[in-house]
């Protein structure tokens, strides 16, 4: 099953179950987070898209202490799969999951548009249904997507080919065009584009299934 967090304020929780559930035909149900324990058949954690606790303090800091976080980081602790998209990735961030932090944007103004990433890598478990090179067309919504990590860090993360999305036209400011990078151990991925809105060809295309289907067939082999 995959579990989708739901915080106050999270607005893109139901349109990733509907891309989980409807569209790629995997098992998803909503987690509230005051849960202390994620479901005991929880296969994937989503943390989804959305302003949790209205992004006061910063992006995310705030929901790094809902109950359910403590769970979530026991959980890819144990090597499980978890996914954060927008709010979700700012949320893992600060949640010391993934390396770096999500600033203002460079120009202080939120953008919604379309964003052009390249794929970096097609051997993890979040991309294995895309290939080196590939342009995915998915939908960016965010003030604070500009990532950010120092440079020691980003050195490292480079090194360590734990880049796995760029920008082909930055948006927002982001350091070195990252959209989305991958834990050092593989099994935690945040990302700003929301894939969950590129899932049908009739309202904008189907290249974010190659994200969240990358994610299921992962889960499927572990299960096999």
């Given at each position: 099953?995959?579990?989708?967090?739901?915080?106050?304020?999270?607005?893109?929780?139901?349109?990733?179950?509907?891309?989980?559930?409807?569209?790629?035909?995997?098992?998803?149900?909503?987690?509230?987070h005051?849960?202390?324990?994620?479901?005991?058949?929880?296969?994937?954690?989503?943390?989804?898209?959305?302003?949790?606790?209205?992004?006061?303090?910063?992006?995310?800091?705030?929901?790094?202490?809902s109950?359910?976080?403590?769970?979530?980081?026991?959980?890819?602790?144990?090597?499980?799969?978890?996914?954060g998209?927008?709010?979700?990735?700012?949320?893992?961030?600060?949640?010391?999951?993934?390396?770096?932090a999500?600033?203002?944007?460079?120009?202080?103004?939120?953008?919604?548009?379309?964003?052009?990433?390249?794929?970096?890598?097609?051997?993890?478990?979040?991309?294995?249904?895309?290939?080196?090179?590939?342009?995915?067309?998915?939908?960016?919504?965010?003030?604070?997507?500009?990532?950010?990590?120092?440079?020691?860090?980003?050195?490292?993360?480079?090194e360590?080919?734990?880049?796995?999305?760029?920008y082909?036209?930055?948006?927002?400011?982001?350091?070195?065009?990252i959209?989305?990078?991958v834990?050092?151990a593989?099994n935690?991925?945040?990302?700003?584009?929301?894939p969950?809105?590129?899932?049908?060809r009739?309202?904008?295309?189907?290249?974010?299934?190659?994200?969240?289907?990358?994610?299921?067939?992962?889960?499927?082999?572990?299960?096999?």
């Amino acid at each position: 099953m995959f579990a989708v967090i739901q915080f106050p304020g999270s607005n893109d929780d139901r349109d990733m179950r509907f891309a989980m559930k409807s569209v790629l035909g995997a098992p998803a149900a909503l987690v509230w987070h005051k849960q202390s324990e994620l479901p005991s058949d929880t296969r994937a954690v989503l943390l989804p898209g959305g302003f949790s606790y209205g992004d006061y303090l910063r992006c995310g800091a705030m929901a790094r202490f809902s109950p359910v976080m403590a769970a979530v980081k026991r959980f890819a602790d144990a090597g499980g799969l978890v996914l954060g998209t927008c709010n979700g990735f700012q949320i893992l961030c600060e949640a010391g999951l993934l390396p770096g932090a999500l600033l203002r944007n460079r120009d202080l103004h939120f953008v919604c548009e379309v964003a052009d990433v390249r794929v970096e890598r097609a051997d993890t478990c979040f991309t294995s249904r895309a290939q080196v090179g590939q342009v995915l067309h998915i939908p960016i919504k965010h003030g604070e997507g500009n990532y950010f990590a120092e440079a020691a860090e980003l050195a490292r993360l480079e090194e360590r080919g734990q880049v796995v999305l760029r920008y082909e036209r930055n948006p927002n400011g982001s350091v070195n065009d990252i959209a989305g990078v991958v834990s050092e151990a593989g099994n935690v991925f945040g990302l700003m584009p929301h894939p969950e809105h590129a899932v049908e060809r009739a309202i904008g295309g189907t290249d974010g299934s190659l994200i969240l289907g990358s994610l299921l067939d992962a889960v499927l082999k572990v299960a096999s």
